[in-house]
T-cell receptor, first 112, second 110 residues
């Protein structure tokens, strides 16, 4: 059974702090790893990672994948209150059809 | 950008009744889309894969006769929860992967 484990489950920080969210996985047919931000309802796509060691960056967010150790991290620098959300990690084991297994998410709260 | 429209966003129904949830892509076509369910403080759990023009594929433990999926066109998929029970109360969300999710439907069965 495919498994995705995220840590921590929740995190409270102050504006300006840097946070690192973790995602480890065990899947039988790894294709890619994806990060999403879920604020209220629909998850918003952040990154898709397929290759080890190549950092993907978007503004203050960045992510990297380690396929040997089977984990990924999502970094957020200079956090803002608008970063408060649940961050979901998912692994695609379905190829082009993107059959995703999600972790439980990390609830990030950024206080002013 | 692409938009996925899911409705209703919230529905309350009585036990034993059926509820239909629609998921529509507004500016792209998809032969495959996914339906997920999310209980409070839990992960998004894949229920089924909806295939345009053919039968849906259900995950283990999901009753296909209870959760009817119809993918009638390349832009519309529906999930019908039949004979709903309180334990079916959950957040249901459709996805045209990997980037696009519907807004979700909060179902409460009373």
């Amino acid at each position: 059974e495919d498994k995705v484990v995220q840590s921590p489950l929740s995190l409270v920080v102050h504006e300006g702090d840097t946070v690192t969210l973790n995602c480890s996985y065990e899947v039988t047919n790894f294709r890619s790893l994806l990060w999403y931000k879920q604020e209220k309802k629909a998850p918003t796509f952040l990154f898709m990672l397929t290759s080890s060691g190549i950092e993907k960056k978007s503004g203050r967010l960045s992510s990297i994948l380690d396929k040997k150790e089977l984990f990924s991290i999502l970094n957020i620098t200079a956090t803002q209150t608008g970063d408060s959300a649940v961050y979901l990690c998912a692994v695609n084991s379905g190829g082009s059809n993107y059959k995703l297994t999600f972790g439980k998410g990390t609830l990030l709260t950024v206080n002013p | 950008g692409a938009v996925v429209s899911q409705h209703p966003s919230r529905v309350i129904c009585k036990s034993g009744t059926s509820v239909k949830i629609e998921c529509r892509s507004l500016d792209f076509q998809a032969t495959t889309m996914f339906w997920y369910r999310q209980f409070p403080k839990q992960s998004l759990m894949l229920m089924a894969t909806s295939n345009e023009g053919s039968k849906a594929t259900y995950e283990q433990g999901v009753e296909k006769d209870k959760f009817l999926i119809n993918h009638a066109s390349l832009t519309l998929s529906t999930l019908t929860v039949t004979s709903a029970h309180p334990e079916d109360s959950s957040f249901y969300i459709c996805s045209f992967p990997p980037s696009f999710f519907g807004q979700g439907t909060r179902l409460t069965v009373v």
